[in-house]
């Protein structure tokens, strides 16, 4: 143990200790502990004998340094003042004398606003808004432990989450895919802070998803529909109650495009969005091609080409002008799909003039305060059109390679979803089997 002297003409005392080499000798060192009062001068000697042990044994100003920052957690420990401030601050200390770098800490809402800024800049808009969305919902629901730390969220937490938003968190019951969207956003903060190294595992990792079996099947349009929702693109009165004071001319465009828009989805099945941010450059009309890149599916820069059907050739032989550029849709390319006079408002007075059933679904659920909430849910909209093509290529008998060529599907399991066949190809299928 360190003993103190004095040298003659120093105000300061000085320590003397023996540490022990890499080669098992002992040396004697002196150093000055800067201090005068002596009880801080025995604190200071125990403090810089351990330093030059440390030193000695690791052979480096970072293996002294950690050995110090450990030495002084088992002090602080010893003395009952190891408190969970301190005890980060010598973490802090530790991390700085093996990586160099200082050591962050977090709160739950510090590190979602900060994995929210690093996104929104790598993903698409509408995919970082719904970040946003699932992010402000959990830590609305952690409410003040989302301003403790961040590794204390637990697996628990998670679960607990999960459970109160499928049952109405917020005034509205989540569906089953809805509620496996929020832990996949959630997922995706606590798997970013484990690459970040701020974290060991993610509390979202092991948490179950819920089965989907309860969301809305979507229901698909037969041939018969498709003509008269292109008749009905083309009526004046939906047109007149969503637009009162647009001119004529506009009017007859907005309804023209919307006739091409109708036909092209159930030919070709573009998602709403690619339908009418089609270019006249996708077009190949000498080629009979039609090649663009699903937004959904953009981040694997894989382009669909898929040949263009005679209907649609000549609707868009009618529609083109030589040099033409720009979207195909002007108009309609000029709008987003959600909003009152959004796209998807538009099509379904569409599907109204047409005399058209949405197949609208009412869901009926009440909140934690006993509220009662009423939910509308359509199983035909716009993307029924997607499920049309499939459905009439997959009863045509046309191949499952083949229809996820044209519909850009990459999994089995998803096309599926997108395959409703009808009794008649059903019961020829039947029909094949033999006699007894």
């Known amino acids: 143990m360190a003993s103190l002297f004095k040298r003659p003409g120093s105000p300061f005392h000085f320590c003397a200790f023996d540490v022990t080499l890499p080669d098992g000798s002992t040396r004697r060192l002196k ?181 989907e079996d309860d969301r809305t099947e979507r229901e698909v349009f037969t041939l018969a529909e498709v003509s008269r929702l ?73 382009r669909l080409n898929v040949p263009v059907h005679p209907r649609l050739m000549a609707l868009l032989k009618d529609r083109h002008e030589d040099g033409a550029e720009g979207a195909v849709f002007p108009l309609l390319s000029l709008r987003g799909s959600a909003g009152k006079l959004g796209l998807s408002s538009q099509f379904s007075a569409i599907m109204e003039a047409g005399g058209i059933d949405r197949r609208k679904i009412i869901e009926t659920t009440r909140d934690a305060a006993g509220k009662l909430t009423r939910k509308s849910v359509s199983a035909r909209t716009f993307h029924s059109l997607r499920h049309s093509l499939t459905s009439q290529l997959a009863n045509a008998g046309v191949a499952e390679e083949l229809r996820k060529k044209i519909t850009g599907h990459s999994s089995s399991a998803v096309h599926a979803g997108y395959t409703h066949l009808d009794i008649a190809t059903l019961a020829a299928a039947i029909g094949k089997l033999p006699g007894m």
Not at 120 to 134: E, F
Not at 272 to 280: A, E, I, V, Y
């Open 31 to 211: 150093k000055s502990t800067k201090q005068r009062d002596r009880g801080k001068a025995l604190k200071e000697a125990l403090r810089i004998e351990e330093l030059e042990k440390g030193k000695a044994l690791g052979g480096t100003d970072m293996a002294a340094q950690a050995y110090g920052a450990l030495t002084e957690a088992a002090q602080a420990a010893a003395r009952g003042e190891l408190s969970e401030a301190r005890a980060r601050q010598i973490i802090a200390k530790l991390s700085k004398a093996s990586t160099g770098d200082t050591l962050r800490f977090f709160t739950v809402r510090s590190w979602a606003e900060e994995w929210a800024a690093g996104k929104a800049g790598a993903v698409k808009v509408v995919t970082a808004k719904r970040h946003r969305t699932s992010v402000k919902v959990f830590l609305a629901y952690l409410g003040p432990k989302a301003e403790g730390r961040l590794e204390a969220v637990t697996k628990a937490d998670v679960r607990k989450f999960r459970d109160a938003i499928r049952k109405g968190y917020g005034g509205l019951k989540r569906s089953g895919s809805t509620v496996n969207c929020y832990l996949s956003d959630i997922g995706a903060m606590f798997r970013s802070a484990v690459d970040e190294d701020l974290l060991l595992s993610s509390p979202v990792a092991s948490v179950e998803r819920l089965p």
């Open 230 to 302: 292109v008749e009905a693109a083309g009526q004046p009165e939906w047109h007149a109650k969503l637009f009162p004071r647009v001119g004529d001319e506009e009017a007859a465009q907005r309804r023209a495009e919307w006739q091409g828009l109708i036909v092209m989805a159930f030919y070709l099945g573009p998602r709403l969005g690619d339908c009418s941010q089609l270019r006249w450059q996708d077009v190949d009309l000498d080629q009979g091609v039609i090649s663009y890149m699903p937004t959904k599916t953009s981040r694997q820069r894989k």
